[in-house]
């Protein structure tokens, strides 16, 4: 059996002492001890001790009120420190130390490219023109409050610290003696949030990533890239590439989030300005202290005059109107008047000036001076802009299409609602080719439209460097772009803005190769589109409308046949993966999700979004950003360059053949089945969820209606929290189960080992399948759900009992997770942990329900509940 590395193993020891340490101080001794005794009999009952179970649940019934809390924050509180332990690990740089999450240098992926026959005049060319794009958003996935994150950040620190060999004791001790205090500080620092975030908070959130980390690690990857690519190729990074882009969804996305209006936007837009002013101002100076060197080029001197340190001088004149700039841009956040002269407001005010004392020093012979520090700001300004990050709009088809329907309306030129496809898209493209303002004077819209023509009149007051693309939510149809570029064009945008259909349930992303074609076809959009476009992947919505089997052979598919269009109009196409943190939404390791891709459709460009938690694991720490912006691009340029066969035509025919019974079996259970809502809202904590304070958009699209109206993220966080991850394997059960009856499993085998994308689904599902607990499931049921409902509970535990044998007979493995034992280790580590969590949260379920109605939650009760659910999302690694 796998161990944890010795190292990991001992800093997670040496994290859980501390806490014990801070438990003993407060509450004391007694309940340390308590939750000793608790802990000891998980761990015993894990190891199936006999009576060992009895104990647990006995000694976990017996808490008082006062106990509650402190027992379950104690548990909780452990788990975040394991998982601070193994991100570090992942990370740590200590000498002979191979970390098991070891990811495969940029030169290392060149050479084997290059030697496997790529020309290195490909290779440079596609890696210089490279664009991913990390979309961060606001999904309220990330429980643990900022508080703690930045004392989380700390610890790891102080972790690096101890990674030396030749510190002093008493060195050793101060170290130490700091994390002794950190793990106090967490332990008595409330970890839930009793306000729930606004937009602009988790803007605010998302600027601090780019700050505390991102601004560190964006030069450093960039000069490793730099590096690998002359030692490969033998020409470097171009000054000016920006391989990798920075977007955003919070503060942008209001789709079925009424708390994003425009003047949220507007101020989330100026927030970024004046982030960005004041860290590039931190640069600037740091750079007129490098840079007192007197010699310089005619042309930098006819902007210096006669100074005799030119470059401070051309520096300190930046300095000036960076400050003009985050003067500006503070005021007009603050709702003052400001005057805009003088400020830096396009890109080119930013990079100009630095790029031309980077000319001169290399003229004058001093590169080593030209490529330090200068050279990593000039990257910055050219990645991250005068904006810090693009800001995307996110806002759902029908709105648009309202916004239109009220102005033709009020012109008196019909119902347009009611007209047909092709009646919509020839008016919008008459409307379009013409010059006329289609906006009526005097027109008073109603409230809903007015929003939508407010924030279009924000989206035109922005530079293109400041914006992402306007994704459009629940598309299905060409007119849904025509809206919204009709509607910027009325605002006054003067430049194309990317405009992005997102498919997301199983019929949209079905009809979204002949949507596009449709498109394609009309020639104001190709001119308009100049040969570039964007179309998202909805995963979420997708997996909960069909199961997780059939919307990935969904979404394989519409990527294949949208690659193929884009080819036959000669488009450039980038595809918009919207991947939660999930299997369940799309999520899992993200260099083989990218490696599995259907070929041609990662051509040298990529946008993916990054949500809630999966922020903090990939990029909360600037070594780990580093890290996982080496994984992406290695994968995005393999997969660009030597991408995987098409699938051969009989693996077709049976992944249309399993998603067909995957689909039907998923869709009996989900939608037909009377007793499935009741059994949802009854076994899960799903109607408890509202009680965290996770992030300032509503569980539910609308107020009223059943599963089909809530998100894809409660929807996967319920099922996650009592263990039956339901979701990610329903249908597939039974789609394994027959083909396995029908003597398809050599097929499959092969399957596995030629085709990355089904190699890869097999791997997330096995991988989803080792979190479920059939005994933890089983006893939320019996605590929580009425005798009625209980057959069809019994009847998913055997189904998923069903899913793990036949997957684990598909590997020809005894156990699930048997070829990534550090990972089944990991998970063996942490549910002594989780399990206590689990069966106090169902207890605290019951009681929170008794009470229901009728008297008041006691407070001890409720917050006991919210710190379950952030224990058990932090024990699972994952949300939603």
Not at 493 to 512: H, I, N, Q
Not at 808 to 821: C, F, G, I, T
Request: hydrophobic share 40%.
């Amino acid at each position: 059996m796998t161990e944890l590395h010795p190292e990991l193993r001992e800093n997670v020891r040496m994290l859980g002492e501390l806490l014990g340490e801070a438990i003993r101080q407060s509450p004391g001794q007694e309940v340390y001890e308590l939750i000793e005794q608790i802990r000891a009999a998980a761990k015993a009952d894990r190891r199936q001790e006999s009576g060992s179970g009895q104990r647990l649940l006995q000694l976990l019934s017996n808490l008082k009120d006062d106990e509650l809390l402190p027992v379950t924050r104690a548990f909780n509180q452990f788990l975040n420190l394991a998982n601070l332990a193994e991100q570090y690990h992942g990370i740590r740089r200590k000498k002979g130390h191979h970390t098991d999450l070891m990811v495969e240098s940029l030169g290392e992926v060149f050479d084997r490219l290059i030697a496997d026959g790529i020309d290195p005049e490909e290779l440079h060319r596609r890696v210089a023109d490279l664009r991913i794009e990390f979309v961060l958003t606001a999904h309220p996935t990330e429980v643990a409050r900022r508080t703690l994150i930045m004392k989380y950040d700390e610890m790891s620190e102080c972790l690096a610290r101890l990674d030396h060999d030749d510190l002093m004791p008493t060195e050793r001790e101060e170290i130490v003696q700091r994390l002794r205090q950190l793990v106090a500080e967490a332990w008595n620092t409330d970890e839930i949030r009793h306000q729930r975030p606004t937009a602009v908070d988790e803007a605010k959130w998302g600027f601090a990533v780019i700050e505390n980390s991102l601004w560190q690690a964006l030069p450093r990857f960039l000069r490793s890239l730099d590096q690998a690519l002359e030692t490969s190729t033998g020409r470097g990074l171009p000054l000016t590439a920006a391989p990798i882009r920075m977007a955003s969804w919070m503060g942008g996305d209001r789709d079925g989030n009424p708390n994003v209006t425009h003047r949220v936007t507007q101020r989330v837009f100026l927030l970024g300005r004046w982030m960005a002013a004041d860290l590039y101002l931190r640069d600037i100076n740091a750079l007129r202290a490098e840079l007192s060197m007197g010699q310089a080029t005619d042309e930098l001197r006819a902007v210096a005059g006669d100074s005799r340190e030119p470059y401070r001088q051309v520096l300190a004149e930046l300095r000036d109107r960076l400050i003009r700039t985050r003067d500006w841009a503070e005021a007009r956040v603050n709702g003052e008047p400001a005057d805009a002269t003088g400020i830096l407001f396009e890109n080119e005010d930013l990079t100009a000036p630095l790029e031309l004392c980077y000319r001169s020093l290399m003229a004058c012979g001093l590169d080593t001076i030209a490529n330090g520090p200068l050279l990593d700001t000039i990257r910055r300004a050219h990645t991250l802009g005068l904006p810090l990050v693009r800001l995307d709009i996110r806002q759902e088809a029908a709105r648009h299409a309202e916004a239109v329907a009220e102005m033709v309306d009020y012109l008196g030129m019909g119902d347009y609602l009611s007209w047909p496809e092709e009646q919509r898209q020839a008016f919008l493209v008459r409307e379009l080719s013409g010059r006329r303002p289609l906006i009526p004077r005097n027109w008073q819209p109603s409230e809903p439209v007015q929003e939508v023509l407010d924030t279009c009149a924000i989206v035109a007051e922005q530079t293109p460097e400041a914006l992402g693309s306007y994704v459009i939510s629940m598309a299905s149809k060409p007119s849904d772009v025509l809206h919204v570029i009709l509607l910027l064009r009325e605002a006054g945008m003067k430049f194309p803005m990317r405009v992005v259909p997102l498919f997301e349930t199983l019929d949209d992303l079905s009809g979204a190769p002949d949507a596009m074609s449709a498109l394609f076809e009309l020639d104001w959009y190709r001119e308009y589109c100049q040969g570039r476009q964007e179309v998202m992947i909805g995963y979420s919505d997708s997996a909960k409308d069909a199961g997780q089997m059939m919307a990935a052979w969904a979404q394989y598919q519409a990527q294949e046949k949208l690659t193929e269009v884009a080819q036959r109009f000669q488009v450039q196409l980038t595809l918009f993966h919207g991947r939660g943190g999930t299997v369940g939404r799309g999520g899992g390791p993200a260099n083989r999700a990218i490696l599995s891709q259907p070929p041609g459709s990662v051509n040298g460009s990529f946008r993916i979004t990054e949500q809630g938690e999966m922020i903090r694991f990939k990029f909360g720490l600037p070594r780990l950003a580093e890290q996982s912006l080496t994984l992406y691009t290695t994968a995005v340029v393999e997969a660009t360059l030597a991408p995987p066969p098409a699938p051969e035509p009989a693996w077709r025919e049976t992944m249309d053949w399993l998603t067909e019974r995957s689909l039907k079996a998923y869709r009996e259970v989900v939608r037909e089945h009377p007793d499935f809502v009741p059994y949802f809202r009854q076994a899960t904590p799903e109607q408890a969820l509202g009680k965290l304070a996770l992030g300032s958009r509503p569980a539910r699209r609308k107020a009223s209606g059943g599963v089909e109206s809530l998100r894809a993220i409660p929807w996967i966080f319920a099922w996650t929290q009592m263990r039956l991850m339901l979701p990610s394997w329903l249908g597939s059960d039974v789609a394994l189960t027959e083909a396995a009856a029908s003597g398809r499993m050599e097929l499959l085998r092969e399957m596995m080992d030629h085709w990355p994308f089904f190699r890869t689904y097999i791997d997330m599902l096995e991988m989803v399948l080792a979190k479920a607990d059939l005994r933890i499931a089983g006893y939320y049921e019996q605590t929580l759900v009425e005798a009625p409902l209980r057959e069809l509970g019994a009847n998913l535990r055997e189904r998923l009992s069903a899913c793990i044998t036949q997957v684990k007979a598909l590997k020809e493995q005894d156990e699930l997770l048997a070829s990534d034992p550090v990972f089944a280790h990991s998970m063996r580590v942490r549910n002594p942990y989780t399990d206590p969590l689990h069966y106090m949260q169902a207890e605290l379920l019951r009681r929170d329900r008794e009470c229901e109605g009728r008297v008041q939650v006691p407070e001890n009760v409720e917050q006991a509940l919210k710190v379950t659910m952030a224990g058990i999302a932090a024990g699972m690694r994952n949300t939603g």
